[in-house]
């Protein structure tokens, strides 16, 4: 007992989660909210605890990095990334193309060379000012057409597509890759692990993007799957694996990038709804490593506590959801233990 507690004093704070991530054979991350981040020793520390990497939530958003077209907030950015750097980690950027955030200033301009020579200086000067210190980026993020079968389109009416029409994607690829040619870059998508045509076309439409750059010589590295799973949806086991198979035949790596749980269907029971995100979450990832290991493994947060659904997907009967690897009150649930296992054994 007394050579118990005299070796644990010797023992540095952070060994036990280093040895842990020591174990991990794929890397887990998450991304963080800079907003929450003063003030939240806890909400820091659970990051520090178990994440190999920390990427900004939103502070690398286009809208929130240019709020007019003369300012450059890069304040949160900063405090995220160098949050990561000092702890340990690494992290990783998004996005530098998303219809959800493009700021009004930007879409008020009508000239298309005008629009291209904003794209192109935003993305250069943004990877650049990270360069060295981010994995990689997220591109372009939700490029795909959200219904794309009934919409009969493939690509996302966005500001971009009207204005400069599908070479956006090839244009922001360019920039970020020269801006940071040793980045990574991806392609980043939801709805890509689900059963039936509708899912079946937006996998397509993915492979098809990603040939179209490498026929034109555009450096792609990898295709992000957001991972928002949907507790009332079936994962399509089978047509995940093919796509994966069909990505390594490309060489294009495949990361997890904002894994959660969306529980706004299932019974209002906390024991029941961790055991399906458990059970999603495994099924999920068990189908991905049938392939190959994933790159990376992200969490869109870590506590149920903030977390996007809460406001964009809330339950309708009001109860809590639980979407994240750790309950409101910071501990781990059994999607953490899934995480655990599953990324140790790679
Ligand atoms: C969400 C963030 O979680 C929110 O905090 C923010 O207000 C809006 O964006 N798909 C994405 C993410 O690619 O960037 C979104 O993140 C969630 C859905």
Redesign the pocket.
Known sequence: MLAGAASAALVPALAPSAARAARRKVPFGA?I?FNLMDGAPAYRQLFVEHCDLVMP??AL?FNLLRPTREVWNFEPADKVVDFALANGKTSRG??HV?W??TPDWAKAIESPSEAERVLVEHIETVGDRYKGKLLGWDVV??VVANDPLYENRSLRDTYWLRTLGPRHIPLAFKAAANADPKAQLAI?E?DLEYKGPHYDERRTIILSIVRQLQDANVKIDAVGL?G?LYADKVIDVDALERFHRDLDALGIKLLVT?LDVIDWKSPPDPQSQDKTAATLVSRFLDSLFAVKPPELVIA??LTDRY??IN??MPRPDGAPSRPLPFDRQLAAKPWFEVIEKRLSAA
């Open positions: 991304a909210q939530m939103n958003k998004t996005c998303w959800g955030a993020n939700e980043n939801y957001q928002h904002e869109w947060g977390s996007w406001d964009v």
